[in-house]
Every structure is written in C-alpha cells, then in structure tokens.
C-alpha cells in the first residue's frame, strides 16, 4: 500500500503558475508509474500528466507545452504554467505498479489515490 498526499493547490489568477508536490509513502519500491488526474464540477476526470520509471513523460494536448510533470524518488511534482481558467479543478496524485504503458485511459484503474488538491484559475 502506498500513501499519496498532495500539495501546492491554491487560486491563481489566468496566465500565473503553481506547483503542486505528491509525497509518497509506504510501499515505494514497487511503483513504476505515477501520475495527476483532475477533475472539475460535473465533468469526468482527466488525466494530465504521467511519468514512469524509465522516465518517459505523457501529457494531453490540453496542458502540453504548460505542465511539466517530475519525479524524485519519493516525491512527484507538477509545474503548471499559463494557466487557464479551464485548468480549475481538483489535482490528484496517482501510482501504479504494474508494468508501465504507453497510454492510459482517464478511467483507467490505478493502485493508489491522494485526496486531491484544489486548483482554481480566476478569469
């Protein structure tokens, strides 16, 4: 079992950053991918950003070129640049560990949530 729990939510006006942090404890060794989802009212989740063990990045072309996801061992990050309005949502951390892939679905199963960090972009 791994325990994730995040950081670094908070409002921003349009055009600012963030980073959000994910400290991950318990069960480490095992984890080959991580990654952030998010999801805002009424919408389905998203997943924004994943990272696995050989280092290789995944990004949707909603947040490409603006967020860059990072990992150093225990702990997962997430630098979001220029953001929108549409960005605003809860920011979850995520972990797997099976054998990493390609391509996740947004509703693929992963082993290990956080609790979610706000995120919201004033217009």
């Known amino acids: 079992q791994v325990q994730l729990v995040e950081s670094g939510g908070g409002l921003v006006q349009t055009g600012g950053s963030l980073r959000l942090s994910c400290a991950a404890s318990?069960?480490?060794?095992?984890?080959?991918?991580m990654g952030w989802y998010r999801q805002a009212p009424g919408k389905q989740r998203e997943l924004v950003a994943h990272?696995?063990?050989?280092?290789s990045r995944y990004y949707p072309d909603s947040v490409k070129g603006r967020f860059t996801i990072a990992r150093d061992k225990d702990t997962l990050s997430l630098q979001m640049n220029s953001l929108k309005p549409e960005d605003t949502a809860v920011y979850y951390c995520?972990?797997?560990?099976?054998?990493?892939?390609?391509?996740?679905?947004?509703?693929?199963?992963?082993?290990?949530w956080g609790r979610g960090t706000q995120v919201t972009v004033s217009s």
């Open positions: 995520v972990a797997d560990r099976s054998a990493p892939k390609t391509f996740y679905a947004d509703t693929y199963r992963w082993d290990d």
């Open positions: 318990g069960l480490i060794f095992p984890i080959t991918t």
């Open positions: 990272i696995n063990s050989g280092g």
